[in-house]
């Protein structure tokens, strides 16, 4: 068993130290959730709203580590406010990230949310939007509440190598603990 680990772990270390040198840019797109509306009819990929933002996410294959900034002027006291109301709200149907306590929320933060996904970011952006035809797919859900509150993001994708996958956790909660997220824990 310690064999197992042992060469799980120097495998490990070779990816991320050959991932330190390949490191790509940051991709940055912007997204103004006053433009949302129910999209569970209509595909949001080929809307006039957002056909380009989905053009330029769809091709993206590789494991993705992002995380959404507010660039609005939305307070964070008002961004929390209203996640708040629409996860509390008794007819609620979607599932939502989990909110650290009021205590623990860095009230000076602009980062909304950090996640990771293993491959096709775009399908993980319609879930945050709350675009995703199943409601029991954990996701921001930005429709039901930035919406009202016209919060405007800018989604930061940063692309991995495809033997980083099975990393990402661990780069993911290290990134959650540096920047403070308003929503989501990372424990």
Not at 39 to 55: A, G, T, V
Not at 80 to 86: E, L, Q, W
Not at 98 to 110: C, W
Not at 158 to 164: A, P, V, Y
Request: glycine letters at 4%; aromatic letters at 10%.
């Amino acid at each position: 068993m310690k064999k197992i680990i042992t060469d799980y772990l120097i495998e490990a270390s070779n990816i991320l130290a050959v991932q330190t040198t390949t490191l790509p840019e940051i991709k940055k797109f912007e997204i103004d959730c006053s433009q949302l509306k129910e999209f569970l009819k209509e595909d949001i990929r080929y809307s006039e709203e957002f056909k380009e933002l989905f053009k330029k996410l769809m091709p993206i294959k590789a494991p993705c580590l992002y995380w959404y900034r507010v660039i609005s002027e939305n307070t964070s006291t008002e961004i929390i406010n209203s996640f708040k109301v629409y996860r509390n709200h008794a007819e609620r149907d979607r599932s939502v990230p989990a909110l650290n306590t009021d205590n623990s929320i860095d009230l000076t933060s602009r980062i909304l949310y950090v996640g990771k996904f293993k491959r096709g970011i775009y399908g993980r952006v319609i879930q945050h939007l709350g675009c995703f035809s199943s409601a029991q797919t954990q996701g921001l859900q930005l429709y039901y509440w930035a919406q009202k509150i016209g919060l405007k993001l800018e989604l930061n994708v940063l692309e991995f190598e495809h033997n980083m996958a099975d990393i990402l956790p661990i780069v993911e909660f290290a990134l959650a603990k540096e920047l403070h997220p308003l929503i989501g824990k990372h424990k």
